[in-house]
Nanobody, 126 residues
């Protein structure tokens, strides 16, 4: 059974930083991708970024480029989302997601992902 477990969220002041973690278990994702999404109250789930497990290549949404960094630790089957210079508009539940298979391209919409974590709340105060 595949499990994705996020952690690391919390309440932080604007300008601060957080590092979110997503621990994967139940199958290997070594030849796959892992994505981060976020969902603010009353809004649709939004793509944040994606990483390729094997190469570490990343791609980010324009809205977070330069402030968000995705990395992975293959030995721990864990993906990280480092968020710097936090803004109140970053307040959301952050989710990690994975696919059953990987065809060599990135995917940017929630419906293209098969596995989801429970989410971790990030709240940024002004």
């Amino acid at each position: 059974q595949v499990q994705l477990v996020e952690s690391g969220g919390g309440l932080v002041q604007a300008g601060g930083s957080l590092r979110l973690s997503c621990a994967a278990s139940g199958r290997t994702f070594s030849n796959n991708i892992m994505a981060w999404f976020r969902q603010a109250p009353g809004k649709e789930r939004e793509f944040v970024g994606v990483i390729t497990w094997s190469s570490g290549s990343t791609y980010y949404a324009d809205s977070v480029k330069g402030r968000f960094t995705i990395s992975r630790d293959n030995a721990k089957d864990t993906v990280y989302l480092q968020i710097n210079s936090l803004k109140p508009e970053d307040t959301a539940v952050y989710y990690c997601a994975a696919r059953k298979s990987y065809a060599g391209i990135y995917y940017y919409t929630p419906r293209e992902y098969d596995y989801w974590g429970q989410g971790t709340q990030v709240t940024v105060s002004s």
